[in-house]
């Protein structure tokens, strides 16, 4: 994996109580942002990159919290990360989604809007029993934000962060999406949908799914069902990643999850890579085939095992290997990067 070792990389702990978190995030790529001096300020620009973790961090083990930022990853999580209440703060509840938070409550019923169109666009394409209710906690300012999840380094690349308890069958039971306001104030109306629909798929995963999948597949996943209503063409979406590939600068493997570490350079080409890697999965072998491969893509004890049973899985799953995939997948990067 070539990279500092993560919660996934340390035993597993018998869960012993729901005080095990473990956390995902979404990290804000720069398109997903209003750029205030760029010239499409008003489309619609639903790109970012984000990361989640699938095992959970036993708070006897001082370790780093789970994440795609070394400056985050420095991070340990502290005390018991029982998220603390906030003064004056309301709920608004959709129809899949309860909302509380600091913020207005226009704010918060918008928050609501779009966590029930994320729990319909993610009930389309994961099929797996999971409660269909997502729970977002939107703190109005960055020390409230820190107080809910408990850290005290750099988020401002951070849109949302989503933790909660593991069960003793690994499932998540509890998750919560946290808003980070900072980021959030800079999102457009489509890059909030965006965020909140990939963070969805996290919950939904994590609370149907336990042990570990490739990150490049967890993330891929979730940006999968996150542009999936987004109605815009790949090339377009996935452009700072084929501009690379036009340069010549482009991935030569799927990602690994030291491709995820911003320390490393810029991630958010590689969400895109893994997002384009399971999109072509999706579409050459069929919704159904990318979910079993999914399943079968894990492992509860490390990355590499779990990286080994991926292995496994193109074989078992999708009649191919990881080499011939790869191979297709690159030849369809090249593809999309050349000029029309
Ligand atoms: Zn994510």
């Known amino acids: ?37 760029a010239c499409d300020r008003d489309e619609p620009t639903p790109t970012t990159s984000a990361y989640a973790n699938q095992t959970p961090a036993g708070p006897e083990v001082p370790q780093p919290a789970p994440n795609a930022s070394p400056t985050i990853a420095a991070s340990p999580p502290t005390g018991e990360q029982t998220p603390t209440t906030m003064s004056g703060a309301i709920t608004v509840k959709g129809r899949f989604s309860t909302v509380t938070g600091t913020v207005d409550k226009a704010t918060l019923t918008a928050y609501a809007k779009m966590a029930d169109t994320a729990v319909a666009e993610v009930s389309k394409r994961w099929k797996r029993t999971w409660p269909r209710k997502v729970t977002i906690i939107a703190p109005a300012d960055a020390t409230t934000f820190r ?118 350079g810029e991630i958010g080409p590689t969400y895109l890579a893994a997002w384009l890697a399971v999109d072509l999965i999706a579409r050459r072998h069929g919704e159904e085939a990318l979910q079993r491969f999914y399943a079968a893509s894990r492992d509860p004890n490390s990355p590499a095992l779990a990286d080994a049973a991926m292995d496994k899985a193109f074989v078992a799953v999708l009649g191919t290997t990881r080499a011939a995939f790869t191979k297709q997948w690159l030849a369809e990067l090249s593809q999309l990067a050349a000029p029309k």
Do not use: C
């Not at 994996?1 to 995030?25: C, F, N």
């Open 1 to 37: 994996m070539g990279h500092v070792p993560l919660t996934d990389h340390q035993p597993r702990m018998p869960r012993r109580t729901s005080r095990a978190r473990r956390a995902a995030l979404v990290v804000v790529g720069s398109l997903l942002l209003t750029l205030v001096t």
């Open 147 to 264: 107080d809910q999840v408990g850290r005290a380094d750099d988020l401002s690349q951070v849109a949302a962060i989503t933790d909660g308890p593991i069960g003793a069958s690994g499932l998540a039971t509890g998750d919560r999406v946290v808003l980070n306001p900072d980021a959030f104030a800079k999102l457009t109306p489509a890059g909030r949908q965006f965020v909140i629909t990939h963070e969805s798929t996290h919950v939904a995963v994590r609370s149907s799914l336990s042990g570990a999948a490739p990150l490049w597949l967890v993330e891929g996943f979730a940006d999968h069902v996150g542009y999936a209503g987004s109605g815009r063409p790949r090339a377009e979406l996935a452009a700072p990643l084929l501009a690379k590939v036009a340069e010549r600068t482009g991935p030569t493997r799927l990602p690994t999850q030291g491709d995820f570490d911003p320390s490393q």
